[in-house]
């Protein structure tokens, strides 16, 4: 195995007590692109920059789709990863992660559709409290459960979406750990991943994640280096609304 890349977070965080326990000892790292979309869908035409950056119509999503297949890239979730950096599980000789946040109805309409078209499993972060809500352009708990059922992956992206920096304990175990858990309730199963709102965490929020049985959580840090000894701080690609075909590719060989 080579030797652990000196790459590590630019949250310059400790990171401990948050690396992995790996039962064999031995910290292990990966190359693995996990992409990050927001909304797949055409953009609406009032809509302001951030929004359009956000937004990947979904004829280039199903564009992308089809490279990914053609160039040999396999997808996976965040457990397969966490399972090869945890105890050495055996990844594709190309893996990929796709991640959507927020957990808008366009995820559900729009992308869900086109994953299983390709055969694909897709990782969701979802906000709850818009869902609780009903919130119009939010999943429904519903859609949700389809999309669990049908072997789609489910994170945890907080109650509203707060900046969790400086909060104190109780503040970040309702925001992360309630919407945890909430999500438990609909699906029936473990949410073992969590994305920090806006990126945006520090050492508190990391440890109390830690202790709630979260085995990672995805950052919006730029990188493919994922390693055991970071899995709260897992780098991700943000894929843009503007990104060509090109572009996209460019961005999956980063090799850090
Ligand atoms: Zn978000």
New binding site residues.
């Given amino acids: 195995m080579a030797t652990l890349a000196s790459a590590r977070p630019a949250s310059g965080l400790s990171a401990v007590p948050n690396s992995l326990p790996t039962p064999d000892g031995v910290q292990r790292e990966a190359w693995v692109p996990i992409l990050m979309y ?1 909304h797949i869908a055409d953009s609406p035409p009032d809509a302001d920059p951030i929004r359009r950056d956000l937004s990947v119509s979904p004829q280039t999503f199903e564009a992308q789709l089809r490279y990914l297949v053609g160039a040999g890239y396999q997808p996976i979730t965040l457990r397969d990863l966490i399972y090869h950096l945890a105890l050495g599980a055996s990844l594709p000789e190309k893996p990929v992660i796709l991640t959507f ?2 957990g808008y109805e366009d995820n559900y309409t729009n992308a869900y559709p086109l994953l299983k078209k390709y055969g694909f499993v897709g990782t969701f ?1 979802i ?1 709850t409290e818009p869902v609780d809500r009903k919130r119009a352009g939010y999943m429904s708990w519903a859609q949700i459960e389809i999309m669990s059922t049908s072997g789609m992956e489910i994170g945890a ?1 907080s109650y509203t ?1 707060p900046d969790l920096r400086g909060k104190s304990v109780d503040y970040i175990i309702w925001q992360a750990v309630g919407s945890k858990e909430a999500i438990e309730a609909r699906i029936q199963q473990h949410v073992r991943f969590f ?1 920090y ?2 990126g945006r965490y520090d050492e508190q929020v990391v440890n109390v994640l830690h202790s709630a049985n979260f085995w990672g959580a995805v950052t919006i840090e730029t990188g493919t280096y994922q390693s055991s000894r970071w899995p709260f701080e897992l780098q991700r690609i943000r894929v843009q609304g503007s990104d060509t075909l090109n572009m996209f590719a460019s961005k999956l060989n980063l090799d850090w």
Avoid: I, K
Wanted: hydrophobic share 20%.
């Fill in positions: 927001h946040d927020d972060f906000v992206h979406h994305s709102p806006s």
